[in-house]
């Protein structure tokens, strides 16, 4: 084992499996029955780089600008992803290649706006009850919000799991996925921007 970098790291109890039991039969957790964790990994430290950073795989954003974006304006744009199993998951990004810790004011500025207009135009799909939205940036250092579309109604999709609903749904038909991207695209394109959906 490579030197632990913290006392709450020499805490863990690597290899061995904690219990799934804090959240069996909670009302958003997704499984039921014997639910086995994995075996807990030790840290790599340090750790690999992300795409987009030096010796990381080359930054998606940057190589392919246009991809899968329904909307952009001078600053930001949206793209809306495929195979989901949610009515809509989006991702907003900045159109240059920026952290969030060295994001500059100007965008900065124009971040907490853009939250809201993208969580307002999801939600004004019929299918939408409520908009999440997270960053984790655990995979790309190109700074980039996750919207995920929660269902009107349906309760148990409430919260963090909605990412595990979404890879277990059915996926929604390509017809759906594009009305959806086009009223989105429109509902942003109001406020300023195009929309760069047909
Ligand atoms: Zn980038």
Not at 56 to 85: H, L, N, S
Not at 106 to 135: C, W, Y
Not at 150 to 170: C, N, S, V, Y
């Amino acid at each position: 084992m490579t030197e632990l970098p913290s006392e709450y790291h020499r805490r863990l109890p690597y290899g061995e499996r904690v219990s799934a039991d804090p959240l069996v039969g909670q009302p958003f957790f997704p499984f039921e029955g014997d639910v086995q964790v994995v075996p807990l990994a030790e840290p790599v430290v340090p750790e690999p780089p992300r795409a987009g950073e030096a010796g990381g795989k080359p930054c998606a954003k940057c190589a392919d600008p246009d991809g899968y974006v329904i909307w952009r304006d001078e600053q930001w744009a949206v793209k809306a992803f495929g195979a989901t199993g949610l009515p809509l998951v989006a991702v907003l990004e900045p159109n240059e290649h920026y952290r969030l810790d060295n994001l500059p004011p100007e965008l900065t500025a124009t971040l907490g706006p853009m939250i809201q207009r993208v969580a307002k135009a999801i939600q004004g799909l019929d299918s939408v009850g409520r908009t999440h939205f997270n960053r984790w940036g655990d995979g790309s250092e190109h700074f980039h919000l996750w919207f995920l579309a929660r269902p009107l109604g349906m309760m148990q999709l409430r919260g963090a799991m909605i990412a595990a609903w979404d890879d277990m749904l059915p996926k929604i038909p390509d017809e759906e996925l594009a009305a959806n991207s086009r009223q989105v695209a429109a509902a942003l394109a109001e406020g300023g921007g195009e929309a760069v959906v047909s």
